[in-house]
């Protein structure tokens, strides 16, 4: 399953292999990165998600200053 969610500025996206990625402005840390050091990404990023190995990601939203997923053991 792959998925993009949009917010206001920034997108984020589940690939097949339940990976997640972001693109776009990070201000507020809606990237799922720290905004100290990344205000802004320009190119694609794994945000780090610690699941347990047989946790699946089945939906992802975002908003204006937020981005969430949810589990299917959520």
Request: a neutral charge; glycine letters at 8%.
């Amino acid at each position: 399953m792959a998925k993009i969610a949009s917010g206001f500025h920034h997108n984020i996206f589940l690939t097949v292999t339940n990976e997640l990625f972001a693109l776009g402005l990070n201000n507020h840390g809606q990237c799922g990165v720290s905004n100290l050091s990344h205000r802004s990404l320009e190119n694609f990023t794994k945000i780090f998600v610690n699941m347990d190995k047989s946790d699946e990601i089945i939906g992802i939203s975002a908003g204006k200053s937020h981005s969430s997923f949810i589990t299917c053991n959520f």
